[in-house]
């Protein structure tokens, strides 16, 4: 069956430009997170979704970043008034359930440039 | 201190060697513990989780030590096809369902021919 799909693949945008991220998780699967990947380092937490609430938002770096899942399918990231440092492969996964050994599966990834 | 922490790497190995990762953990809370595999440039994907009894999958076999807070994952007999960087991961529950992913910075692999 389809994996995690993100679109796009890569942005590149101007500093203080808004920009969409959007992931399509697998089908059924109702827990979606987003992690931030800068080179160099493990995936970092932003947020995670049980359904189209946002259950656990406390990674998201400031107030700049946000995010929803209006029909507990398809998410999308938000970024605001874009910085140099929000350069980063942005990551979402799902996973069927929210257990804690529950597998979470990884779409390949938006590679988000900001000049 | 970073919650999780790994060997800095890189790991250069001929072909046919076994290589041992090592992870420290600083939550003494954290419930599931896993090894993903990332290729450069793709998404990190599930390689094993970590038992407290100590799993084996093939030629991979990784132990879990709570009281130390440490995990590791031995390669043996490596594969060119084994190059890639391996991600010690962490969960701990955050509360509202939450189980939180925590990734160490990962350790590259590289087999040589």
């Given at each position: ?5 993100q ?44 359904g ?39 990551l ?24 | ?76 007999d ?27 910075k ?8």
């Open positions: 069956g389809a994996g995690v799909s679109t796009p693949s890569n942005k590149v945008t101007e500093k203080g430009k808004y920009v969409e991220l959007r992931c399509d998780p697998i089908s059924g699967h109702t827990a979606l997170y987003w992690y931030r990947q800068s080179l160099g380092q493990g995936p970092e937490f932003l947020i995670y979704f049980q189209t609430g946002a259950a656990d938002d406390s990674g998201l770096p400031n107030d700049r970043f946000f995010a929803v899942r209006p029909e507990g399918s398809v998410s999308t990231l938000k970024i605001q008034r874009t910085e140099r440092g929000d350069s980063a492969v942005y979402c996964a799902s996973s069927h359930t929210s257990g804690s050994y529950n597998e979470q599966f990884f779409g390949p990834g938006t590679r988000l440039t900001v000049l | 201190r970073k919650e999780v922490e790994q060997d800095p790497g890189p790991f250069n190995v001929p072909e046919g060697a076994t290589v041992a990762f090592n992870c420290t953990y600083s939550n003494s809370a954290s419930q599931s513990f896993f090894w993903y595999r990332q290729d450069c440039r793709k998404e990190p994907k599930l390689l094993m989780s970590v038992y407290s009894s100590g799993n084996e999958d093939g030629r991979f076999t990784a132990q879990l030590n709570r009281a130390s807070q440490y995990i590791s994952l031995l390669i043996r490596s594969k060119l096809s084994d190059s890639a960087t391996y991600l010690c991961v962490v969960t701990s529950y955050s509360g509202a369902g939450s189980y939180q992913l925590t990734f160490g990962g350790t590259k692999l590289s087999v040589i021919p």
